[in-house]
Structures are given as structure tokens and as C-alpha cells.
């Protein structure tokens, strides 16, 4: 169950990847990509790292208890850099396109929802009685479960306000090129996951791959 942590969260990566496009000339839309850029990249690390820590406890040498502990503080570190990214584009503006002030609304209202759903799943985390290992595999199938559904939502609004010359104009600037250089999923990297779409959704896309095949359970306390 928690290998579907690790990679129901591997869609992370597509929200780096998602920065890398093209070039463009327009100084305006380039101090907004730049005032972009330089907010998201140091979130995007936050949250891999909280992917990486979730992987970390995947395996089988180690107990609920820990494993509840790692989750839950990864669920609040997410849940923190998706309300900073929503800042971030709120506190932009709206980009200097046609129907940006639409494009931003969106973009915030979904990063904040994001923010909102991790903070459940941390929630619901802390709730689980480590004790009973086979009641508590199954809440971590459940939050697995609810890991794929959030990625399904609302990755429109993110991928337009990327789009077009925005988008060209970020992945000019040196802060979106090291967010794109992250960690992306594949079998070298063991704390993603094979299944995870090779091309890349806008954000938040965390949850695009499928659960994987349910592990042994967790080491006994």
C-alpha cells in the first residue's frame, strides 16, 4: 500500500516538466514569467522532497509508525507549497494575455483546492491507528485511492495559464529550467513511478499514475 503513495505522487514530476517549452521575445510577459519562476521552483522542490520521503518508507524494513509519521508530515509539506504556489500566481497579477485575469482566478482556485485535499489526506493520515496493521493497509489503499482522483481534476486552468507565450517566456528563466531538471518518473528512479504519463500535464497532476500492485505489509512494530 505504500508503494501507491510513492507512486500516485510520482506525477510531481509532470509539474516540472510542464515548465519546458520554448522562447519569447515580450519583455512584459517575461518579468511575469520571471515573477512566476522564481516563487515556483523553490515550492516544486519542497514537494519532491515530500515524494522522495513518502518513497523512502515504501519498502517493507519499516513500521506503521513510521510510516504514518513520514506520510503525515509529507501530506503538510505538500499541503504548504501548494498554498505558497497559489500565493504566488495570486500575488503575479493576472498574466499580460487575452482573459488573463480568468486564467490566474483559475490557476489560484486550484492550487488552493489542491492545498485544501492534502490537508485532508493529512487529516486522515494522523487518524490511523498504526496498531492495526491490516485496518491500517487499507486506509493507506484508501488515501492511495484518493491520490488518483485528485490528479484527475481540473489541470485545464494550469495548462492555459502555461500556454502560449507565458509559457515560452518561463521556460526562458534560469528558475524554471532548474524546476524542469527535477527528478521525473522512471525505472532508474525507484521513487517514482513506470506508470506515470510521458507527457506532461499542467499542475497539479500529482496523481496521474496507476496504483501499483500492492506490497507485503509493513514491518511489525
Not at 509539474?15 to 520554448?22: F, G, I, P, R, Y
Not at 513510521?66 to 501548494?82: G, L, N, R
Not at 502555461?162 to 528512479?189: E, F, R, T, W, Y
Amino acid at each position: 500500500m505504500k508503494k501507491k503513495l510513492a507512486a500516485a505522487l510520482s506525477g510531481v514530476a509532470t509539474l516540472t516538466m510542464a515548465l519546458s517549452a520554448c522562447g519569447s521575445s515580450n519583455s512584459e510577459i517575461d518579468n511575469y514569467a520571471k515573477s512566476i519562476c522564481d516563487q515556483l521552483q523553490p515550492q516544486l522542490q519542497r514537494i519532491q522532497n515530500s515524494n522522495n520521503s513518502i518513497a523512502s518508507v515504501s519498502g517493507h524494513d519499516h513500521t506503521p509508525e513510521e510510516v504514518k509519521s513520514v506520510d503525515s508530515a509529507a501530506f503538510q509539506q505538500i499541503t504548504d507549497a501548494y498554498k505558497a504556489l497559489a500565493n504566488a500566481v495570486n500575488n503575479a497579477g493576472a498574466p499580460p494575455v487575452k482573459d488573463g485575469a480568468t486564467l490566474q482566478q483559475n490557476a489560484v482556485n486550484e492550487l488552493n483546492d489542491t492545498s485544501t485535499a492534502y490537508a485532508g489526506l493529512k487529516k486522515t493520515v494522523d487518524g490511523f491507528n498504526p496498531g492495526d496493521q491490516v485496518t491500517f493497509a487499507g486506509g493507506l489503499k484508501g488515501v492511495a485511492g484518493q491520490l488518483v482522483s485528485l490528479g484527475k481534476g481540473g489541470d485545464d486552468a494550469l495548462s492555459k495559464l502555461q500556454s502560449g507565450d507565458v509559457g515560452k517566456a518561463m521556460a526562458k528563466q534560469p528558475s524554471c529550467q532548474k524546476a524542469a531538471n527535477l527528478p521525473s518518473a522512471g525505472p532508474d528512479n525507484p521513487a517514482q513511478s513506470a506508470s506515470a504519463p510521458s507527457q506532461a500535464p499542467a499542475v497539479p497532476a500529482l496523481a496521474s499514475a496507476s496504483p501499483s500492485p500492492s506490497p507485503s505489509p509493513p514491518k511489525k512494530s
